[in-house]
T-cell receptor, first 114, second 113 residues
Framework: DTAVSQTPKYLVTQMGNDKSIKCEQNLGHDTMYWYKQDSKKFLKIMFS???????INETVPNRFSPKSPDKAHLNLHINSLELGDSAVYFC?????????????FGPGTRLLVL | AQSVTQLGSHVSVSEGALVLLRCNYS??????LFWYVQYPNQGLQLLLKYTSAATLVKGINGFEAEFKKSETSFHLTKPSAHMSDAAEYFCAVSGYNTDKLIFGTGTRLQVFP
């Protein structure tokens, strides 16, 4: 009965490959997010979706493409992986797209690009 | 524009001592402020948040924070540290017109016996 789940937990891949990370929330939330945490633990938002619609799209390379098939899922596809993409990627969700809403985070996906 | 500054990337305290983690914010709109905790190899968990109600906010695990507009601060405190409090703590800000959470750089809390 995990609230926000991500798969896989660990991902090791070669430069140039394409990979996807999946996220699912069973909280009934309308809004989902992707964050990137770098090696210095700095967290930065990448995208947010509200009811399957893209709301926030930070200055992320277009090699990163989020997809929301329904409001309980937000997947992240990464093309042509680069060394600098190595990081921990967190999915999060909240009731609605509002600044005061609590965001609930998944356990993270640790991506290592070799 | 919004930003958060966490003073001190590392804080060490003895078990039973006061915990004080500092956070200062900058915001062009009335801010909403959050403290999240991250245990090793885990996701972030909300400790507490300020959303323009009471300025003294109580959270989980005995933590509390006080919103001080005049000082643009939202420092996190706990009267008595436990070994289990050792973790990374993040302060974050958003606003009424955005749900984009802007995080600080984090403070690692170490608790010594």
């Amino acid at each position: 009965d995990t609230a926000v789940s991500q798969t896989p937990k660990y991902l090791v891949t070669q430069m140039g490959n394409d990979k996807s990370i999946k996220c699912e929330q069973n909280l009934g939330h309308d809004t989902m997010y992707w964050y990137k945490q770098d090696s210095k633990k700095f967290l930065k938002i990448m995208f947010s979706y509200n009811n399957k619609e893209l709301i926030i799209n930070e200055t992320v390379p277009n090699r990163f493409s989020p997809k929301s098939p329904d409001k309980a899922h937000l997947n992240l596809h990464i093309n042509s992986l680069e060394l600098g993409d190595s990081a921990v990627y967190f999915c999060a969700s909240s009731w609605k797209s509002s600044g005061q809403e609590t965001q609930y985070f998944g356990p993270g996906t640790r991506l290592l690009v070799l | 524009a919004q930003s958060v500054t966490q003073l001190g990337s590392h804080v060490s305290v003895s078990e039973g001592a006061l915990v004080l983690l500092r956070c200062n914010y900058s915001s062009s709109v009335p801010p909403y402020l959050f403290w999240y905790v991250q245990y090793p190899n885990q996701g972030l968990q909300l400790l507490l948040k300020y959303t323009s109600a009471a300025t003294l906010v109580k959270g989980i695990n005995g933590f509390e924070a006080e919103f001080k507009k005049s000082e643009t601060s939202f420092h996190l405190t706990k009267p008595s540290a436990h070994m289990s409090d050792a973790a990374e703590y993040f302060c974050a800000v958003s606003g009424y017109n955005t749900d984009k959470l802007i995080f600080g750089t984090g403070t690692r809390l170490q608790v010594f016996p």
